[in-house]
T-cell receptor, first 109, second 117 residues
Framework: GQNIDQPTEMTATEGAIVQINCTYQ??????LFWYQQHAGEAPTFLSY??LDGLEEKGRFSSFLSRSKGYSYLLLKELQMKDSASYLC??????????WGAGTKLIIKP | GAVVSQHPSRVICKSGTSVKIECRSL??????MFWYRQFPKQSLMLMAT?????????EQGVEKDKFLINHASLTLSTLTVTSAHPEDSSFYIC?????????????FGPGTRLTVL
Protein backbone atom coordinates (compact mmCIF):
# COMPACT_ATOMS: atom_id res chain seq x y z
CA GLY A 1 0.00 0.00 0.00
CA GLN A 2 0.88 3.63 -0.17
CA ASN A 3 2.00 5.33 2.99
CA ILE A 4 3.48 8.55 4.30
CA ASP A 5 5.11 8.74 7.72
CA GLN A 6 6.00 11.91 9.58
CA PRO A 7 6.22 12.71 13.28
CA THR A 8 2.99 13.77 14.92
CA GLU A 9 4.41 16.68 16.88
CA MET A 10 7.70 18.52 17.39
CA THR A 11 8.75 21.35 19.67
CA ALA A 12 11.49 23.87 18.99
CA THR A 13 12.73 27.18 20.34
CA GLU A 14 12.37 30.54 18.65
CA GLY A 15 15.51 31.36 16.65
CA ALA A 16 16.60 27.73 16.43
CA ILE A 17 16.60 25.22 13.55
CA VAL A 18 14.24 22.27 13.19
CA GLN A 19 14.15 19.39 10.72
CA ILE A 20 10.88 17.61 9.98
CA ASN A 21 11.33 14.20 8.41
CA CYS A 22 9.03 12.36 6.03
CA THR A 23 9.30 8.87 4.61
CA TYR A 24 7.09 7.65 1.82
CA GLN A 25 6.09 4.48 0.02
CA UNK A 26 4.15 5.01 -3.17
CA UNK A 27 3.33 3.22 -6.39
CA UNK A 28 5.63 5.19 -8.62
CA UNK A 29 6.86 8.65 -7.74
CA UNK A 30 6.39 12.04 -9.33
CA UNK A 31 7.64 14.34 -6.63
CA LEU A 32 7.31 15.34 -3.01
CA PHE A 33 5.43 18.39 -1.75
CA TRP A 34 5.58 20.21 1.55
CA TYR A 35 2.71 22.40 2.71
CA GLN A 36 2.21 24.55 5.79
CA GLN A 37 -1.18 24.60 7.47
CA HIS A 38 -2.09 26.95 10.30
CA ALA A 39 -4.90 25.84 12.58
CA GLY A 40 -8.30 26.30 10.95
CA GLU A 41 -6.81 27.35 7.65
CA ALA A 42 -6.10 25.66 4.34
CA PRO A 43 -2.61 24.43 3.42
CA THR A 44 -0.20 26.76 1.67
CA PHE A 45 2.48 25.49 -0.70
CA LEU A 46 6.07 25.50 0.53
CA SER A 47 8.14 23.33 -1.77
CA TYR A 48 8.28 20.66 -4.45
CA UNK A 49 11.17 18.24 -4.96
CA UNK A 50 11.41 15.69 -7.73
CA LEU A 51 15.19 15.34 -8.02
CA ASP A 52 17.57 14.27 -5.27
CA GLY A 53 19.14 17.03 -3.28
CA LEU A 54 18.46 20.15 -1.31
CA GLU A 55 16.28 23.03 -2.46
CA GLU A 56 16.68 26.23 -0.48
CA LYS A 57 14.05 28.92 -0.33
CA GLY A 58 14.79 31.58 2.24
CA ARG A 59 14.50 30.23 5.77
CA PHE A 60 12.98 26.99 4.49
CA SER A 61 14.83 24.19 2.70
CA SER A 62 13.60 20.83 1.49
CA PHE A 63 15.63 17.72 0.81
CA LEU A 64 14.82 14.59 -1.15
CA SER A 65 16.41 11.17 -1.46
CA ARG A 66 14.45 9.07 -3.93
CA SER A 67 16.49 5.92 -3.30
CA LYS A 68 15.66 6.10 0.40
CA GLY A 69 12.07 7.29 0.03
CA TYR A 70 12.92 10.13 2.35
CA SER A 71 12.49 13.87 2.55
CA TYR A 72 12.93 16.53 5.16
CA LEU A 73 11.88 20.13 5.62
CA LEU A 74 14.43 22.33 7.36
CA LEU A 75 13.28 25.52 9.02
CA LYS A 76 15.93 28.02 10.14
CA GLU A 77 15.73 31.06 12.41
CA LEU A 78 12.41 29.91 13.73
CA GLN A 79 9.76 32.52 14.36
CA MET A 80 6.61 32.21 16.44
CA LYS A 81 4.53 32.46 13.27
CA ASP A 82 6.11 29.19 12.09
CA SER A 83 3.95 27.36 14.63
CA ALA A 84 1.73 25.28 12.34
CA SER A 85 1.26 21.82 10.94
CA TYR A 86 3.57 20.77 8.12
CA LEU A 87 2.14 18.34 5.62
CA CYS A 88 4.24 16.03 3.48
CA UNK A 89 2.62 14.71 0.31
CA UNK A 90 4.08 12.36 -2.30
CA UNK A 91 2.75 12.18 -5.84
CA UNK A 92 2.32 8.65 -7.14
CA UNK A 93 2.45 7.26 -10.67
CA UNK A 94 -1.14 8.41 -11.29
CA UNK A 95 -0.16 11.95 -10.28
CA UNK A 96 -2.30 11.63 -7.18
CA UNK A 97 -1.09 13.19 -3.94
CA UNK A 98 -0.73 10.83 -1.00
CA TRP A 99 -0.87 12.94 2.16
CA GLY A 100 0.81 12.46 5.49
CA ALA A 101 -1.12 13.26 8.66
CA GLY A 102 1.03 16.32 9.26
CA THR A 103 3.58 17.32 11.87
CA LYS A 104 2.43 19.87 14.41
CA LEU A 105 5.32 22.21 15.13
CA ILE A 106 5.23 24.10 18.41
CA ILE A 107 7.59 27.05 18.78
CA LYS A 108 8.48 28.18 22.28
CA PRO A 109 9.96 31.57 23.10
CA GLY B 1 -0.69 34.80 -8.38
CA ALA B 2 -2.44 31.41 -8.06
CA VAL B 3 -5.19 32.55 -5.71
CA VAL B 4 -8.11 30.27 -4.94
CA SER B 5 -11.20 31.46 -3.11
CA GLN B 6 -13.94 29.51 -1.40
CA HIS B 7 -17.38 30.56 -0.31
CA PRO B 8 -18.78 30.41 2.27
CA SER B 9 -15.98 30.19 4.80
CA ARG B 10 -18.29 28.88 7.48
CA VAL B 11 -21.79 27.43 7.37
CA ILE B 12 -24.12 26.00 9.96
CA CYS B 13 -27.17 24.13 8.75
CA LYS B 14 -29.90 21.84 9.97
CA SER B 15 -29.79 18.12 9.35
CA GLY B 16 -31.44 17.19 6.06
CA THR B 17 -30.68 20.41 4.24
CA SER B 18 -28.30 20.85 1.31
CA VAL B 19 -25.27 23.08 1.31
CA LYS B 20 -23.41 24.41 -1.72
CA ILE B 21 -19.74 25.38 -1.53
CA GLU B 22 -18.09 27.36 -4.31
CA CYS B 23 -14.44 27.20 -5.29
CA ARG B 24 -13.01 29.78 -7.65
CA SER B 25 -9.60 30.28 -9.18
CA LEU B 26 -9.24 34.06 -9.23
CA UNK B 27 -6.24 34.72 -11.42
CA UNK B 28 -5.80 31.58 -13.48
CA UNK B 29 -7.78 28.97 -15.34
CA UNK B 30 -7.98 25.61 -13.66
CA UNK B 31 -8.73 22.61 -15.81
CA UNK B 32 -8.60 20.44 -12.71
CA MET B 33 -9.88 21.17 -9.25
CA PHE B 34 -9.82 18.90 -6.22
CA TRP B 35 -12.14 18.60 -3.25
CA TYR B 36 -10.83 17.46 0.13
CA ARG B 37 -12.26 17.06 3.58
CA GLN B 38 -10.29 17.17 6.77
CA PHE B 39 -11.32 16.07 10.24
CA PRO B 40 -9.61 17.59 13.29
CA LYS B 41 -6.00 16.52 13.68
CA GLN B 42 -6.21 14.32 10.61
CA SER B 43 -4.73 14.54 7.16
CA LEU B 44 -6.45 15.77 4.06
CA MET B 45 -8.70 13.20 2.45
CA LEU B 46 -9.27 13.55 -1.27
CA MET B 47 -12.95 13.26 -2.08
CA ALA B 48 -13.00 13.85 -5.80
CA THR B 49 -11.18 15.28 -8.77
CA UNK B 50 -13.17 17.73 -10.83
CA UNK B 51 -12.44 18.35 -14.49
CA UNK B 52 -14.01 21.20 -16.40
CA UNK B 53 -16.79 20.03 -18.66
CA UNK B 54 -16.82 16.43 -17.52
CA UNK B 55 -18.03 14.32 -14.63
CA UNK B 56 -16.01 14.31 -11.45
CA UNK B 57 -13.95 11.31 -10.46
CA UNK B 58 -14.80 10.23 -6.93
CA GLU B 59 -12.53 8.42 -4.55
CA GLN B 60 -13.51 5.05 -3.19
CA GLY B 61 -16.02 5.35 -0.39
CA VAL B 62 -17.26 8.82 -1.36
CA GLU B 63 -20.93 8.85 -2.34
CA LYS B 64 -21.30 10.74 -5.59
CA ASP B 65 -25.05 11.20 -5.07
CA LYS B 66 -24.44 12.82 -1.73
CA PHE B 67 -21.53 15.02 -2.71
CA LEU B 68 -22.47 16.58 -6.03
CA ILE B 69 -19.67 18.26 -7.92
CA ASN B 70 -20.10 20.58 -10.86
CA HIS B 71 -17.16 22.11 -12.70
CA ALA B 72 -19.03 24.41 -15.03
CA SER B 73 -16.18 26.67 -16.08
CA LEU B 74 -12.40 26.90 -15.95
CA THR B 75 -12.62 29.08 -12.86
CA LEU B 76 -15.49 27.61 -10.87
CA SER B 77 -16.26 24.28 -9.25
CA THR B 78 -19.05 23.67 -6.76
CA LEU B 79 -19.56 20.98 -4.16
CA THR B 80 -23.09 20.39 -2.91
CA VAL B 81 -23.56 18.32 0.21
CA THR B 82 -27.07 16.95 -0.15
CA SER B 83 -29.23 15.98 2.81
CA ALA B 84 -26.45 16.85 5.22
CA HIS B 85 -26.14 15.00 8.50
CA PRO B 86 -24.05 15.71 11.60
CA GLU B 87 -21.40 13.22 10.46
CA ASP B 88 -20.84 15.42 7.40
CA SER B 89 -19.56 18.18 9.67
CA SER B 90 -16.00 18.78 8.59
CA PHE B 91 -13.55 21.19 7.01
CA TYR B 92 -13.96 21.12 3.23
CA ILE B 93 -11.07 22.43 1.15
CA CYS B 94 -10.75 22.82 -2.59
CA UNK B 95 -7.58 23.15 -4.59
CA UNK B 96 -6.77 23.98 -8.17
CA UNK B 97 -3.85 23.52 -10.51
CA UNK B 98 -2.91 26.50 -12.66
CA UNK B 99 -1.15 24.48 -15.34
CA UNK B 100 -1.80 21.47 -17.51
CA UNK B 101 1.10 19.36 -16.24
CA UNK B 102 0.15 16.59 -13.87
CA UNK B 103 2.94 17.60 -11.52
CA UNK B 104 1.82 21.20 -11.23
CA UNK B 105 1.40 22.49 -7.70
CA UNK B 106 -2.05 22.50 -6.18
CA UNK B 107 -3.10 25.78 -4.62
CA PHE B 108 -5.69 25.62 -1.91
CA GLY B 109 -8.70 27.72 -1.12
CA PRO B 110 -9.20 28.94 2.46
CA GLY B 111 -11.60 26.12 3.29
CA THR B 112 -15.22 25.91 4.40
CA ARG B 113 -16.12 24.74 7.87
CA LEU B 114 -19.45 22.94 7.76
CA THR B 115 -21.38 22.26 10.93
CA VAL B 116 -24.56 20.21 10.64
CA LEU B 117 -26.84 20.40 13.64
Amino acid sequence: GQNIDQPTEMTATEGAIVQINCTYQTSGFNGLFWYQQHAGEAPTFLSYNVLDGLEEKGRFSSFLSRSKGYSYLLLKELQMKDSASYLCAAMDSNYQLIWGAGTKLIIKP
Amino acid sequence: GAVVSQHPSRVICKSGTSVKIECRSLDFQATTMFWYRQFPKQSLMLMATSNEGSKATYEQGVEKDKFLINHASLTLSTLTVTSAHPEDSSFYICSAKPGLADTDTQYFGPGTRLTVL
